[in-house]
């Protein structure tokens, strides 16, 4: 291949001296970290543009922001949709599960501490976060239904009220067994 076909297939490729010149520019101390530095600031200013972009876009979804009751959330359901007792049982199983893992990962915080193992304790501590997080998840959800079929035309409650009714942790710690 000759220099002329090189040339026109790649057109934006700098030249020998031009990439030299810009090589040489990193024998300049400080210059690297001066770039990342720069890379770092550009990469920042775009993600927070994507953000903004986000949430405008979020916004605009956002039709009818008012909570809804459990009667209009069951109004607006399809016909294929699960009945409410399946979707239960979806919930206490997962419950379940994600209780079950973090047993085991509490089991291996006390080995890692008893070895310690204290990197192994910081990871075995977040993987417990994360499964206490699904059990929150799976609770407030069956909490909700249950709120719903006493209270058809209350607006469906939040976390916030989930932890400000009286015995939220016991629930919490519930495995439902007898479902």
């Known amino acids: 291949m000759s220099e002329k076909e090189t040339a026109q297939q790649a057109p934006d490729k700098p030249g020998k001296a031009a990439r030299v010149a810009r090589s040489g520019l990193y024998l300049i101390p400080g210059y690297s970290v001066v770039k990342a530095v720069a890379s770092m600031k550009e990469t920042a200013a775009t993600g927070m543009r994507t953000i903004v972009d986000q949430h405008r876009e979020l916004v605009a979804q956002r039709t009818n922001p008012r909570t809804r009751t459990f009667s209009e959330a069951l109004s607006s359901r399809s016909a294929d949709a699960l009945p409410l007792e399946a979707i239960e049982r979806s919930c206490v199983r997962r419950k379940q599960l994600s209780m079950a893992i973090a047993f085991v990962s509490v089991s291996f915080v006390l080995g890692?501490?008893?070895?310690?193992?204290?990197?192994?304790?910081?990871?075995?501590?977040?993987?417990?976060?994360?499964?206490?997080?699904?059990?929150?998840?799976?609770?407030?959800?069956?909490?909700q239904i249950e709120q719903g079929r006493a209270f058809p035309d209350a607006p469906l409650g939040g976390y916030g009220q989930f932890f400000a009714v009286g015995g939220a942790v016991k629930r919490l710690l519930d495995p439902h067994l007898a479902l």
Do not use: P, Q
């Open 112 to 143: 890692s501490g008893l070895g310690r193992n204290y990197f192994g304790m910081f990871l075995g501590l977040l993987f417990v976060a994360f499964c206490l997080m699904f059990v929150l998840k799976f609770e407030h959800r069956l909490w």
